[in-house]
T-cell receptor
Framework: KQEVTQIPAALSVPEGENLVLNCSFT??????LQWFRQDPGKGLTSLLLIQSSQREQTSGRLNASLDKSSGRSTLYIAASQPGDSATYLC???????????FGKGITLSVRP | GAGVSQTPSNKVTEKGKYVELRCDPI?????LYWYRQSLGQGPEFLIY????????DSGLPNDRFFAVRPEGSVSTLKIQRTERGDSAVYLC???????????FGSGTRLTVV
């Protein structure tokens, strides 16, 4: 059974810092790995999707990497801003009907 | 529609009552998913529809939970004899044919008192 872990549960950084959010998964037989953002009381917004054959994906100030063999993914946020404050969740798609297994998320606070 | 719409946004019900939660996916999306998110947790898979049929209902916790999608568009998640432990945010997502590219709705926050 796939398990996804995100540590730490919360992170607070000053504005402007570059930061890395970590995600680990136990079953390397994934179809893809996805990163989502969740604002309080809201649904999930898809940030980046990395297919199993890819190593990384970039969108603006965000870069996500995937290392299947070690069961790890990282989300890199460059030049963090207060508007980046949210919970970031990673999810592994094992390809069985494309259902996702989520981590618990990392709640990020960027201080002005 | 432009996004995935879920109604109601909030639902408070008494223990033992029956509730229905509605999801209106993006037009043309054949795949529809229900997830449940408890406080401080990531979403957990409940059920997946491809068209009108439930292709995978392995995440439904027990037989009090049931979902339908009769015309391959709108889906309703039904919970009988609600319990306090059912309190959570119920999220719906759709995608064109499955295989990634999810769009999530804003969820229904269910509180059982």
């Amino acid at each position: 059974k796939q398990e996804v872990t995100q540590i730490p549960a919360a992170l607070s950084v000053p504005e402007g810092e570059n930061l890395v959010l970590n995600c680990s998964f136990t079953d390397s037989a994934i179809y893809n790995l996805q990163w989502f953002r969740q604002d309080p009381g809201k649904g999930l917004t898809s940030l980046l999707l990395i297919q199993s054959s890819q190593r990384e994906q970039t969108s603006g100030r965000l870069n996500a990497s995937l290392d299947k063999s070690s069961g790890r993914s990282t989300l890199y946020i460059a030049a963090s801003q207060p508007g980046d404050s949210a919970t970031y969740l990673c999810a592994a798609d094992t390809g069985a009907n494309s259902k996702l297994t989520f981590g618990k998320g990392i709640t990020l606070s960027v201080r002005p | 529609g432009a996004g995935v719409s879920q109604t109601p946004s909030n639902k408070v019900t008494e223990k033992g009552k029956y509730v229905e939660l509605r999801c209106d996916p993006i037009s043309g999306h054949t795949a529809l998913y229900w997830y449940r998110q408890s406080l401080g947790q990531g979403p957990e898979f409940l059920i997946y529809f491809q068209g009108t049929g439930a292709a995978d209902d392995s995440g439904l916790p027990n037989d009090r939970f049931f979902a339908v999608r009769p015309e391959g568009s709108v889906s309703t998640l039904k919970i009988q004899r609600t319990e306090r432990g059912d309190s959570a945010v119920y999220l719906c997502a759709s995608s064109f044919q499955g295989g990634g590219g999810y769009t999530f709705g804003s969820g229904t926050r269910l509180t059982v008192v």
